[in-house]
Nanobody, 122 residues
Framework: QVQLVESGGGLVQPGGSLRLSCAAS????????MGWYRQPSGKQRELVAT???????RYVDSVKGRFTISRDNAKNTVDLQMISLKPEDTAVYYC????????????????WGQGTQVTVSS
């Protein structure tokens, strides 16, 4: 069994900062990509940022220059540092990890965190 546990959400004023963290644990042999999606109320989930095992990153255009994703491969964690937050960043943020349970696996399995609420409001 695998668990992804998120932390760090909350209420922040526009222009403020938050740092989200996500830790993967359990029966994990290796992890490929990790990242963050978000889902505003009543809208579809969208990819925010992703980081590959080798460290390369991608961001949705709306967060470039404001959000920074990072990971610690030794600890199986992924963080999302968010600055200059805007009301439109308000959403439930979900981390994910594409992983294998054992070396014989030929498929990557995607696991999700439970979600953490980020609210940007004055």
């Amino acid at each position: 069994q695998v668990q992804l546990v998120e932390s760090g959400g909350g209420l922040v004023q526009p222009g403020g900062s938050l740092r989200l963290s996500c830790a993967a644990s359990g029966s994990i042999f290796s992890i490929n990509a990790m990242g963050w999606y978000r889902q505003p109320s009543g809208k579809q989930r969208e990819l925010v940022a992703t980081v590959a095992n080798g460290g390369s990153t991608r961001y949705v255009d709306s967060v470039k220059g404001r959000f920074t994703i990072s990971r610690d491969n030794a600890k199986n964690t992924v963080d999302l540092q968010m600055i200059s937050l805007k009301p439109e960043d308000t959403a439930v943020y979900y981390c994910y990890a594409d992983l294998r349970y054992k070396s014989e696996d030929t498929t990557w399995f995607r696991w999700w965190g439970q979600g953490t609420q980020v609210t940007v409001s004055s």
